[in-house]
């Protein structure tokens, strides 16, 4: 069927036939889990009444807006916690990270980040690095770091040692990001909420659920205080163009919402300029298109355990997030593999995306990704640092058919070299 429409050799079919018997079992697990989260979200949808009304376009002030509301009962639903604020006008999952660390930490407070330091756009954030005007540092609030142990998992013992009963909040990452760690499963977000309410029960737990809702059967909600992510990502079900969410105790989310507006205001207001329809449908959708994404990692970690290559998760292993990473071991296998995905897009199909010195980074840096909504990590992409140990790091995909055939032609290229 594929060459119907795309050029693939007879072994590189007859490779993702084999991987696709290897990884069968897998997908059937993925499938049963999208399909618990879709009925979820599908009660949900109905307990909160959405009816059409709540795609109504407020303006100025939005007061009353009924949407808004509405999809903020949704998120606090399907997250399973107490209270959500869903914004079109959060501009990145960063900024949306931002606001809820801003939100609830006061001068004089420590945040412990316990899964080592993260991503590279909230170091900024925390005042890492430099000195940035505005960051937490800049106004008194103490960060505090515990690196990951050597296999990539959380040094629980210097939590123990480390978090005293006064660290207003422990910070956990829940995605690997451009890492090579494990991912962290609802379990142990769990283990670490429970050891740091041991030590210090009015800490905040706070969770960066970015790449990691809908991956499993439960959400973490019981397991934080506070979780954020952006709805260009898994939530958003790429159909959102904007946007992110913060969930999680009522107290705590208020508070946000009075760093998002103001102070007395909060949820209250913020107009909605049309943009709720696109945020229900993409929300809807969500389940489905992370299960998508999810058995077009595992297909491509068979694919590329098969190759002979080193792929985080294996395809057989439990999934937190829906990144996959193949260590390429070259520049040249780095830069086509980027070039495959980007064939197999449907947007930029023609473009042959080539390294280039990124701000920010310390080499060269490759980025595929043919996508509706311009960063959008639910839609198929590809990117990497040009450096040792030249692994690439693949996310998502709207539909597993072409996904597994974008996995198809990067392997045919790798293989043609």
Same mark, same amino acid.
């Given at each position: ?132 005007? =505005?960051?937490? #540092?800049?106004? %008194?609030?103490?960060?505090? &770091?515990?690196?990951? /142990?050597?296999? +990539? !998992? ?109 102070? =007395?205001?909060? #949820?209250?207001? %913020?107009?909605?300029?049309? &943009?709720?329809?696109? /945020?229900?449908? +993409? !929300? ?124 198809? /032609? ?8």
């Amino acid at each position: 069927m594929n060459n119907d429409f795309f050029d693939l050799s007879d072994d590189i079919i007859s490779l993702g036939d084999k991987a696709m018997k290897m990884c069968s079992p897998y997908i059937e697990e993925i499938e049963r889990i999208t399909e618990y989260q879709q009925l979820k979200m599908l009660k949900a949808f109905q307990n909160a009444k959405v009816s059409e009304s709540c795609f109504t376009a407020s303006t100025g002030y939005g007061y009353g807006d009924r949407g808004r509301d509405v999809l903020d009962r949704i998120y606090a639903e399907v997250l399973e916690t107490e209270d959500a604020l869903v914004r079109h006008n959060f501009a990145s999952g960063t900024h949306t990270l931002t606001v809820a660390l801003f939100g609830v930490l006061r001068p004089g407070d420590t945040m412990l980040s316990v899964t080592g330091i993260p991503y590279d756009t909230l170091q900024g954030v925390i005042g890492l690095g430099g000195h940035y005007s =505005g960051s937490l #540092k800049d106004f %008194g609030i103490k960060y505090q &770091q515990l690196d990951l /142990l050597s296999d +990539g !998992t959380v040094d629980y013992e210097g939590v123990r040692k480390t978090l005293r009963s006064d660290t207003k909040m422990v910070y956990i990452q829940r995605s690997r990001g451009y890492s090579l760690r494990p991912t962290l499963l609802n379990s142990d977000i769990k283990k670490i909420y429970d050891l740091s309410k041991s030590i210090a029960p009015d800490c905040i737990v706070m969770l960066d659920n970015c790449y990691g809702e809908f991956t499993e059967m439960t959400a973490p909600g019981k397991y934080c205080d506070l979780m954020a992510g952006s709805l260009i990502k898994n939530p958003g079900g790429g159909i959102a163009p904007t946007g992110g969410y913060i969930a999680g105790r009522h107290d705590l989310v208020e508070a946000c919402s009075y760093r998002l507006t103001t102070p =007395g205001t909060g #949820k209250e207001i %913020g107009c909605t300029l049309g &943009q709720n329809r696109e /945020l229900f449908l +993409g !929300t809807y959708n969500a389940p489905h298109v992370t299960g998508e994404a999810l058995k077009t990692a595992v297909f491509a970690a068979a694919v590329f355990e098969l190759l002979g290559y080193k792929v985080t998760p294996a395809y057989n292993e439990a999934r937190g997030d829906i990144i996959q990473a193949i260590l390429l071991e070259n520049e040249k296998r780095l830069i086509s593999f980027c070039q495959g995905i980007q064939a197999a897009s449907p947007i930029d199909s023609f473009v042959t995306p080539e390294p280039w010195d990124m701000p920010g980074y310390d080499s060269k840096v490759i980025m595929a990704a043919g996508a509706f909504t311009l960063g959008s990590s639910i839609e198929l992409s590809a990117d990497a640092p040009l450096r040792e140990p030249f692994a690439v790091w693949m996310q998502g995909s709207l539909h597993f058919h072409t996904g597994k055939t974008a996995v198809m /032609l990067a392997a045919q290229r790798i293989k043609s070299i």
